[in-house]
Structures are given as structure tokens and as C-alpha cells.
């Protein structure tokens, strides 16, 4: 990860977590294009891969998982 990626504040990452916990997905939206546009597209990638997603439990994967491949997956199967 990149020295940037380190020093965004975990306080620029709660709302975030906050906004997929409460499945509002307009919100999580807004929330990582704001951080786009202050921190650039790179740093979000590695602050999502790394810190965001490994935080998430199963529902809240699958959550966004199925939010992000909703316009092309009408479904997402569970499988043990």
C-alpha cells in the first residue's frame, strides 16, 4: 500500500463503513466519490481493497457485491 493510502484517517473511512452497514447505497455513492475526488482514484483503490473490504462481514460483501452488479445480475446465489 501506498504511504498516502496509510494516512487517510480512519475517520474519512467510518462514514463509509456506516453507509454500507446501513445499506444505503446512494450514500456509499457519494461517499467514495467525494473521496475520489480529494484523494484521487488510486489511493481509493487501495483504501477500499485494503482497509474497507477486509472490515466488511459476509452480508455487508454480499450487500455491495450484489448493489455494484445490479444493472447486469438480477440474482446472486448462495453457495455453502
Do not use: Y
Amino acid at each position: 500500500m501506498t504511504p498516502v493510502a496509510t494516512q487517510i484517517p480512519i475517520t474519512a473511512i467510518i462514514p463509509i463503513l456506516t453507509a454500507i452497514g446501513d445499506r444505503q447505497w446512494q450514500q456509499f455513492k457519494d461517499l467514495e466519490a467525494d473521496f475520489v475526488t480529494q484523494h484521487g482514484v488510486e489511493v481509493w483503490e487501495e483504501v477500499f481493497n485494503f482497509r474497507v473490504l477486509p472490515a466488511l462481514d459476509k452480508d455487508s460483501n454480499r450487500w455491495l457485491l450484489v448493489h455494484w452488479c445490479g444493472e447486469g445480475i438480477n440474482w446472486v446465489k448462495d453457495v455453502a
